[in-house]
């Protein structure tokens, strides 16, 4: 099993910042790929950013350029997603996400952003 846990969502002005963190335990040697994801009320949960083990990212459309994915090489556990730029369309809750071997995956209880226009 993984568990991931997230922190650093909370209430930000339009054009601030935050910084979410997720950190993996577990069989952390099962991990591929780790990404967040966000839903927001009355929509799906849609991928916002992921990361591979070899450190390959991809990002949604909508977040290029204000949102980095990143992880601590140090910890490889750790994975961090910067948000500048944040815009009210941003406010969501906002889940960490391993992919994991055998098509298994885990998924962190989530943590809220809200952005405030």
């Known amino acids: 099993q993984v568990q991931l846990v997230e922190s650093g969502g909370g209430l930000v002005q339009a054009g601030g910042s935050l910084r979410l963190s997720c950190a993996a335990s577990g069989t952390i040697f099962t991990i591929n790929a780790m990404g967040w994801y966000r839903q927001a009320p009355g929509n799906q949960r849609e991928l916002v950013a992921g990361?591979?083990?070899?450190?390959?990212?991809?990002y949604a459309d909508s977040v290029k350029g204000r949102f980095t994915i990143s992880r601590d090489n140090a910890k490889n556990t750790v994975v961090y997603l910067q948000m500048n730029s944040l815009k009210p369309e941003d406010t969501a809750v906002y889940y960490c996400h391993a992919q994991r071997s055998y098509q298994r995956e885990s998924w962190g209880q989530g943590t809220q952003v809200t952005v405030s226009s």
């Open positions: 990361i591979t083990n070899s450190g390959r990212t991809n």
